[in-house]
């Protein structure tokens, strides 16, 4: 059922993902001490793909198939695996916090993809407003590399992923993936992304580090609670939810990103990051806010 304005059983749901969602680039920052980023991110969406396969064959999901719906699925994979591919090693190399508010600067990406791209999707002025915060947010968090634990070409690598992930969700949007259900085309992302990355993998060192049992744990928690839970909840929010006001509340994740890495990883709470991630989180907020239509007097 349908649901006008968001209630607080679909807040508290969506505040739970945002929290799961936070705390996931410290649990694949830990995994990458056992092994390689790019490997760790192709057995994730592997074993997820896997999973969601078996769902959506036991669901009886529609699953169409025409030469649109192909060459758009494997556009869609190959973007999925580049924007992953982006994040894992920019996780590797740069500090948590640095990652999550340039990673989260998605909205600004999209917002200008389909400012030029799709009908009726122009630059308000407060998406504007939202697109300029995080612009500077980005500028801050950049100049920001002092006390070893940021690194620029991490940060830069994290900023283009942002931008990979916006190229997924306009393909969403403006391809023949549009007409294909939810599940279906989270199982085309999973399931073309994971042969990229694990081929992938082979040119960034060594695919295993030092491994212990923990790590399989940490993996668990990447294929269950994030690339199965998350996103399959995601996809019902957005079936129920108005899905601007479902976007809104992405400015959560950043904020619980920082905090997590602040007292898992012990990163400190610089003042520019704090500043970044403050100008981000409200710009998310702005861009992603419903419109409301002005009366016409």
């Not at 740069?94 to 999550?100: E, I, L």
């Not at 009908?119 to 100049?143: D, I, N, Q, W």
């Not at 399931?191 to 491994?211: E, H, I």
């Not at 994030?226 to 479902?246: D, E, G, H, K, N």
Request: glycine letters at 8%; hydrophobic letters at 60%; one cysteine or more.
């Amino acid at each position: 059922m349908q649901k006008a304005r968001i209630d607080a059983q679909g807040a508290s749901l969506l505040i739970f993902i945002s929290l799961i969602l936070g705390a996931n680039q410290v649990v694949m920052k830990l995994t990458s001490e056992g092994l390689s980023p790019v490997f760790q991110s192709g057995l994730r969406s592997a074993v997820a793909a896997a999973c969601v396969g078996v769902w959506v064959l036991a669901r009886r999901i529609p699953f169409p198939v025409d030469r649109s719906i192909v060459k758009a699925g494997l556009w869609l994979g190959g973007l999925f695996a580049f924007e992953f591919l982006c994040l894992y090693v920019a996780v590797d190399m740069t500090s948590v916090s640095h990652v999550s508010i340039m990673f989260y600067t998605m909205p600004v990406h999209l917002s200008l993809m389909a400012h030029f791209l799709l009908p009726g999707e122009r630059l308000t002025r407060t998406k504007s407003l939202g697109l300029v915060l995080c612009l500077v947010a980005v500028v801050l968090v950049m100049s920001d590399q002092e006390g070893g634990h940021a690194d620029l070409t991490g940060d830069i690598i994290a900023f283009v992923g942002a931008i990979g992930w916006a190229a997924v969700g306009m393909l969403l949007r403006a391809s023949a993936m549009s007409r294909v259900p939810g599940e279906a085309t989270l199982l085309w992302q999973l399931g073309v992304s994971s042969p990229f990355l694990l081929l992938a993998a082979f040119f960034f060192g060594p695919l295993v580090r030092d491994f212990e049992p923990v790590h399989v744990w940490l993996m668990a928690y990447q294929v269950v609670a994030v690339a199965l839970f998350c996103f399959m909840a995601w996809l019902l929010l957005i079936r129920i939810y108005p899905a601007s006001t479902v976007a809104s509340f992405s400015f959560l994740t950043p904020v619980f990103s920082v905090f997590f890495a602040w007292a898992i990883l012990g990163e400190p709470l610089r003042p520019l990051v704090l500043a970044g991630l403050g100008l981000v989180a409200v710009g998310i907020y702005l861009i992603n806010r419903r419109q409301v239509p002005q009366k016409v007097a």
